[in-house]
């Protein structure tokens, strides 16, 4: 039988992001089965250079990149901008993470493309969004957490800090390029219905202040906080983390630990849920602390109710239930093979998985730029020696 298309098969994209915000939202493109083109400057995207290393390159960089190509062009050339201009003619979409205004200054903004390729879809991603007195400052994940109320919404339900905790999450960075490749989407289905292109602006701040729907809420309309905190429950090796949010799961709880008076002791559907809800814990403890994390997670989910141990990445990614979904493959960037995680977009009947390769800065510029654009060798020679194109080691 042969091999199903992926959805996006048949689209180009032009790639000039850089770090986790884009990246991650063309690679996902790319799973689907866009020809994605990383154009990447004469240095490469930041991340080839982050740790850990192997063999002198960054697996960091190979998870969120692979089965791109690339081509590394020096943008302050006249003659790079020119055949960038050439590119958008062939191309569907185009992605941006560049701070507001730098595309502008090469001359390619959305307005600039538009010019050439009417129908093309432009996204940007930015910590502020386009335009606004804030558009212009630089931004990484960890300053729009703090920025968004993150932070200080995670401090809210910490019982013995003062501070915001530390961390190296890229949360902001994640969830901005995944809706950046949702609303692609949306653009390419609408200009199949209207043959119209359009421009997108993706705000991390905005991304966050979305999935913090309960905060936001609560500051508006004040009341006793109703909501518990989900937080660990000691065990003899390490900790679980139970919700028994339900009457149903309250009452598969009680019964799988063989403490059914813990529902009259302990009521959550009263003024007192959150007292209640801390002194059931209390109780549960005393019961977990004579069980391994393993034991207590699986009678208390044999149970019913919704449980689970904390684990290590690594641990997580050797489930029977990772397993059964072909949850992790394997990838090559040059310097040897990696496990990454599947996909995270399933299409059932399309083909959706990360390709195995990743590619090298500027390994792929005669191979675009020949399908693409049609140049001979002795073209891309000279494009070479007058600067324009880059070409990183192998």
């Not at 400057?41 to 690339?70: E, T």
């Not at 390619?108 to 502020?128: N, P, Q, T, V, W």
């Given at each position: ?163 915001p905790l530390n961390g ?213 020679t000279e494009l070479s ?10």
């Amino acid at each position: 039988m042969a091999k199903p298309a992926g959805a996006l098969d048949g689209i180009r994209v032009l790639d000039f992001t850089g770090v986790v915000a884009g990246p991650f939202g063309t690679r996902l493109m790319a799973d689907l089965g866009a020809e994605v083109v990383k154009v990447e400057p004469p240095v490469g995207d930041l991340l080839r250079g982050a740790p850990p290393r192997h063999g002198g390159k960054s697996p960091y960089f190979g998870q969120i990149n692979c089965g791109k190509k690339s081509i590394a062009v020096d943008l302050k050339k006249p003659q790079a901008v020119e055949l960038i201009l050439q590119l958008v003619k062939k191309t569907d979409v185009v992605m941006q993470n560049y701070r507001p205004g730098v595309m502008a200054g090469f001359g390619l903004a959305y307005d600039d493309l538009r010019k050439h390729k009417e129908d093309i879809i432009y996204c940007s991603i930015s910590g502020y969004g386009q335009h606004g007195p804030s558009s212009h400052r630089p931004a990484f994940a960890p300053i729009i957490h703090a920025a968004s109320g993150y932070d200080l919404a995670i401090l809210s339900y910490q019982d013995d800090l003062d501070k915001p905790l530390n961390g190296a999450n890229a949360t902001a960075d994640y969830l901005a390029a995944s809706l950046a490749m949702g609303a692609i989407s949306a653009a390419l289905l609408k200009r199949e219905k209207t043959g119209q292109g359009d421009e997108i602006d993706i705000a991390m701040t905005e991304v966050i202040q979305n999935i913090l729907a309960y905060e936001i809420q609560e500051l508006q309309f004040k009341a006793e906080r109703q909501r518990p905190n989900y937080g660990p429950v000691q065990t003899k090796d390490g900790y679980i983390i139970v919700n028994p949010i339900s009457p149903n799961n309250f009452k598969d709880l009680a019964h799988a630990v063989g403490h059914p008076e813990w529902l009259d002791e302990f009521p959550l559907n009263t003024r007192d849920r959150l007292k209640n809800w801390t002194k059931l814990m209390s109780a549960l403890e005393q019961w977990t602390l004579q069980y391994s994390s393993m034991e207590a997670e699986k009678i208390i989910r044999d149970g019913g109710c919704p449980v689970s141990r904390y684990r290590d990445v690594w641990d997580s990614m050797h489930d029977p239930q990772v397993d059964a979904r072909e949850g992790v493959v394997e990838i090559n960037d040059g310097a040897g093979s990696f496990l990454i995680p599947n996909t995270p977009v399933r299409l059932m009947n399309s083909e959706a998985r990360p390709k195995p390769f990743v590619p090298t800065l500027g390994g792929d510029n005669a191979d675009v730029l020949q399908r693409w654009l049609g140049l001979n060798q002795t073209e891309l020679t000279e494009l070479s020696k007058s600067g324009v194109l880059f070409e990183g080691k192998k």
